[in-house]
């Protein structure tokens, strides 16, 4: 299994990104798939998951209404948009299968939200 998240970057204050998460090495339509953060000093956290078809989303509080997680199965592919980017939400952001990360975790893709 390979995961490989892109998309991070330096951003200011109420601004956007959106992350990229390409599996490879499993049917990636049979999965549910997640996004985590692991924020400096901080465990990981899981941020934003979605069904394996994509009809069920679910988010933790501090997200709600800012990010929205989807996927595209002919890709192979989970995205997280993020809106209204806040100082709080700089990490490195990761993705993996499930809610407690199925697999081995991938490189992740760092967001700093930054003036």
């Known amino acids: 299994v390979q995961l490989v998240e892109s998309g991070g970057g330096l951003v200011q204050p109420g601004g956007s990104l959106r992350l990229s998460c390409v599996g490879s090495?499993?049917?990636?339509?049979?999965?549910?798939m997640s996004w985590y953060r692991q924020a400096p000093g901080k465990g990981r956290e899981r941020v934003a998951t979605?069904?394996?078809?994509?009809?069920?989303?679910n988010y933790v509080d501090s997200v709600k209404g800012r990010f929205t997680i989807s996927r595209d199965n002919a890709k192979n592919t989970v995205y997280l948009q993020m809106n209204s980017l806040k100082s709080e939400d700089t990490a490195i952001y990761y993705c993996?299968?499930?809610?407690?990360?199925?697999?081995?975790w991938g490189q992740g893709t760092q967001v700093t939200v930054s003036s």
């Open positions: 993996n299968g499930g809610i407690v990360g199925l697999w081995s």
């Open positions: 090495g499993f049917t990636f339509s049979r999965y549910g």
């Open positions: 979605i069904t394996s078809i994509g009809g069920g989303t």
